[in-house]
C-alpha cells in the first residue's frame, strides 16, 4: 500500500482509504463505502455525451498534471521513496483495478485498446473493458450468455459488437454506448501496479 | 451525506520502505501498516458545494485535451477536470439523489 492517500470525513474524523473505500481508522472503523461507476476520458470526448456539466474552475489554469513528473518517473514510488519488486508487471504499469467480494483482479490498461475491447470472466460475471485512448476507459457489466463469441466492427468515432450466437448488439461512440445500448457499469479503479498489487497482495493478473 | 475534507496521510507497507530521515512526520501503525501524516487537515482543500458549467459554457475553462473523471446518475453526469483535481483530491458532490466523494 506504497503512497495510498487517506481522507478523513468532517462528521466523524475517521479515516478512509482511497483505495478501498474502508474505514481504518475512527468511530467508522470497519465500514466501506459503495464504490460507484466513473468513467475516464478526456473534455473533447465528453461532449456527446447528452447530459454533462462540467466542475467549475480557474479558467483554463494549466495544461497538464502537477504530478506528471511523478507519472513519468519510473523510480519514484510514492512520497518517500520505497522500493517494491515484483515479476509480474512493471512497478508502475498502470492496472484497472477490479473487485468482487474478496477476489480481485488488475487487468494493465494496455491490454485495453482503442477498438479491441477486453472481455473478461470474473468472479461469475462478464465483464467489458473499453478504451479510446489510454485515460478513457470504461467497464460494463454484460448479460449472461451474451457476447461469448463477439465480432467487432470498426466505427469512425466508436464500435459496434455483435454476438455471433444470435442478434443481440451493443454500440459504442469511443466509450459511451449510443442510444439503445443499455449496460450496467461496474465500478473499477485505475493505480499503479505497485499499489494495487500492495493492498491487494493475492490479485489475479489479466493476461491476454 | 457526510463532508470530507482532505489529510494526505500516506500508508506504507513495513517491510519495504526506505524512506527520508524527517522526525517531524507524525506517524503511527494501523493493522499492521505505517501512516504518516505528512500534511495538516485542510492544506490540500477539498471542494465542498461544487458549482458546474454547461457543456457550452465549458469550452472557455477546459482544453480539448483535458483529463476528466465522469460520474453519471440517472442520465445526468458530472465531470471533474483530474488536472484540478490533483490540486483538492476530493469532491463533496451529490448527483440527483446520489451523494458521492469524488477522489483522485
Known amino acids: 500500500m506504497a503512497g495510498c492517500s487517506c ?6 474524523g475517521s479515516l478512509w482509504s482511497q483505495i478501498t473505500g474502508e474505514c481504518i481508522k475512527g468511530e467508522l472503523l470497519g465500514k ?3 464504490l460507484y461507476p466513473s468513467t475516464f476520458s478526456t473534455f473533447e470526448k465528453s461532449k456527446s455525451m447528452t447530459i454533462i456539466y462540467y466542475l467549475k474552475k480557474p ?4 495544461d497538464t498534471s502537477r504530478y506528471q513528473k511523478y507519472f513519468e518517473d519510473n523510480n519514484r514510488i510514492g ?3 520505497h522500493t517494491f519488486s515484483d515479476s509480474l508487471l512493471q512497478t508502475k504499469d498502470r492496472v484497472i483495478g477490479i473487485r468482487s ?18 472481455f473478461l470472466s470474473f468472479a461469475g460475471q462478464s465483464l467489458l473493458i473499453i478504451a479510446d485512448g ?7 457489466i454484460l448479460p449472461d450468455g451474451k457476447f461469448v463469441n463477439p465480432n467487432i466492427k470498426t466505427l469512425q468515432n466508436g464500435m459496434t459488437i455483435t454476438d455471433a450466437t444470435g442478434p443481440e448488439m451493443i454500440a459504442f461512440d469511443g466509450i459511451i454506448p449510443v442510444e439503445g445500448t443499455e449496460l450496467e457499469t461496474y465500478p473499477v479503479v485505475t493505480a499503479f501496479w505497485f499499489a494495487w498489487k500492495s493492498f491487494f497482495p493475492t490479485t489475479e493478473v489479466f493476461t491476454n | 451525506m457526510k463532508n470530507w475534507c ?3 496521510l500516506v500508508l506504507i507497507t513495513t517491510g519495504s520502505l526506505i524512506m527520508a530521515q524527517n522526525t517531524e512526520i507524525q506517524k503511527e501503525t494501523i493493522a499492521g501498516h505505517t501512516l504518516y501524516e505528512v500534511l495538516e487537515k485542510g492544506e490540500i482543500p477539498g471542494i465542498y458545494n461544487p458549482e458546474y458549467y454547461s457543456a457550452k459554457d465549458a469550452d472557455s475553462f477546459y482544453f480539448e485535451n483535458e483529463p476528466l473523471m465522469i460520474v453519471a446518475n440517472n442520465g445526468i453526469a458530472h465531470a471533474y477536470s483530474t488536472w484540478h483535481l490533483d490540486h483538492h483530491e476530493i469532491v ?3 448527483i440527483g439523489d446520489l451523494p458521492l466523494a469524488a477522489t483522485w
Open chain 1, 32 to 34: 466501506k463505502l459503495t
Open chain 2, 92 to 94: 463533496n458532490d451529490r
Open chain 1, 7 to 12: 481522507h478523513e470525513d468532517d462528521q466523524t
Open chain 1, 79 to 81: 512520497i518517500f521513496g
Open chain 1, 101 to 118: 467480494g474478496e477476489k480481485q483482479i488488475a487487468v494493465p490498461i494496455n491490454s485495453v485498446r482503442p477498438h479491441r475491447p477486453v
Open chain 1, 134 to 140: 489510454i485515460d478513457n476507459i470504461a467497464c460494463f
Open chain 1, 59 to 62: 479558467e483554463k489554469e494549466g
Open chain 2, 6 to 8: 482532505v489529510i494526505i
